[in-house]
């Protein structure tokens, strides 16, 4: 089981909750990618269970990811909730786990609901999403939330020395993605991550500036699945937040501080917050059935019209 890093009021809260035997039956885990939300999920069903492997366990279901947006079908759902009153079969509880919930729909939520508002005595349910905004206030009212943070950069530094890293590398990573362990990770392990990174950065430069050419070239460089073109906008939108942030000296949360600076230094105010915005429009559109070329041409075309 992978080991939870920082967050040790919301270790502490969990292990108050078993001490005490005041459990809930819903647990909701948010937080960006690589906080470890799904290591948490793991902790908390395998404490449920009292057992150390759950991934094989057969009184812990995983739902299952449907479909190219990797939601949750509310037939499957629903097929679940029929056997959540079936009594477990070698444990005191049954658990089911849904990682990844950013595109669960209304419908599969809906499905949902009932059980979660009434479950059986055994039945406990833990869902994780990027943000509590993805999931329906009536889900939400009948959960238990916990919001998982970064470790200080200082701190992530040192775990990925001690998982092997070299002191260069740790430092590149903890640049790029700060206390965001799993990130910084994925960053030093995934070349495509770092690449589509440097893409970002090539982005933000040629803003800096003020080339379009260079600002099309970088904006069509941001090769990949829809996803992974959200994530690189994601994180750009990051580096032009930071650029307002550090006028007022706020700390850098993005992929390129120094970026964020020069951005800072050679662009009003005004026109950060501008691009900001155009850059947050833009990933609402992709969410859509749009032409992702088309959507950065003209995201382009508008940074250059500010």
Request: glycine share 6%; proline share 3%; hydrophobic share 40%.
């Amino acid at each position: 089981m992978n080991k939870i890093y920082g967050n040790e009021e919301i270790l502490s809260s969990i292990d108050t909750m078993f001490s005490t035997g005041r459990i809930p039956h819903s647990f909701l885990i948010f937080g960006e990618k690589g906080l470890g939300k799904k290591a948490l999920a793991e902790n908390i069903a395998s404490r449920l269970v009292d057992a150390p492997n759950i991934h094989s366990h057969p009184d812990v279901i995983f739902a299952q990811h449907e479909g190219k947006l990797g939601g949750f079908k509310a037939e499957y759902v629903r097929s679940l909730l029929v056997d959540a009153f079936i009594t477990p079969n070698n444990s005191e509880r049954k658990v089911y786990v849904f990682t990844d919930c950013d595109n669960m729909s209304p419908t599969a939520q809906n499905a949902l609901l009932k059980v979660v508002e009434e479950p059986p005595r055994f039945t406990y349910f833990i869902f994780t999403v990027s943000s509590k905004d993805l999931m329906l206030q009536t889900i939400l009212s009948r959960v238990v939330s916990f919001g998982m943070s970064e470790c200080k950069e200082d701190d992530c530094f040192k775990v990925l020395l001690e998982k092997g890293f070299s002191e260069d590398e740790a430092r590149s990573a903890v640049y790029a993605f700060h206390g965001n362990i799993g990130m910084c990770i994925s960053f030093l392990s995934d070349d495509k991550l770092k690449e589509r990174i440097n893409a970002v950065r090539s982005v933000a430069d040629s803003v800096a500036e003020w080339d379009e050419y260079k600002t099309l070239k970088a904006l069509y460089n941001l090769e990949g699945e829809r996803s992974e073109i959200k994530s690189a906008l994601y994180s750009l939108a990051k580096i032009f937040r930071d650029s307002s942030v550090i006028r007022f000296g706020g700390d850098c949360i993005g992929c390129h501080p120094e970026g964020s600076k020069a951005l800072a230094e050679k662009l009003s105010a005004k026109k950060t917050e501008s691009v900001y915005y155009l850059i947050t429009e833009t990933l609402k559109k992709l969410d859509t059935n749009v032409a992702v070329g088309v959507e950065l041409a003209s995201l382009c075309g508008q940074i250059y019209n500010l």
